[in-house]
Nanobody, 124 residues
């Protein structure tokens, strides 16, 4: 199982980047894929998740601004981030685990497979 996150960078407040998580080793309709982020000095936190059957979940801090989706043909999960704020700054990771399928556990330690992370910096 491999996950490859990309799409981060320096973004101005209010910007709308899209992160991608390319998955290999299993099909997206087998397991859930979660997006997590970690700001300097803070614990890794769950941002969003899409289950094997397509249900989506969002942290309260990003609800209404972020949208998670997937392209089964490309085996890729996306995180569209809109109206970015400086507090959205951090390293963003995608992750999965064989225990996460029709449910997304928000606890990062429940996930075994991680992408390498992509830095998102929101600053003017």
């Amino acid at each position: 199982v491999q996950l490859q996150a990309s799409g981060g960078g320096l973004v101005q407040p209010g910007g709308s980047p899209r992160l991608s998580c390319a998955v290999s080793g299993f099909y997206l309709d087998y397991y859930a894929i979660g997006w997590f982020r970690q700001a300097p000095g803070k614990e890794r936190e769950g941002v969003s998740c899409i289950t094997s059957d397509g249900s989506t979940y969002y942290a309260d801090s990003v609800k209404g601004r972020f949208t998670i989706s997937r392209d089964n043909a490309k085996n890729t999960v996306y995180l569209q981030m809109n109206s970015l704020k400086p507090e959205d700054t951090g390293v963003y990771y995608c992750a999965t685990d064989r225990t996460q399928s029709t449910w997304c556990d928000p606890a990062y330690y429940k996930y075994s497979y991680w992408g390498q992370g992509t830095q998102v910096t929101v600053s003017s």
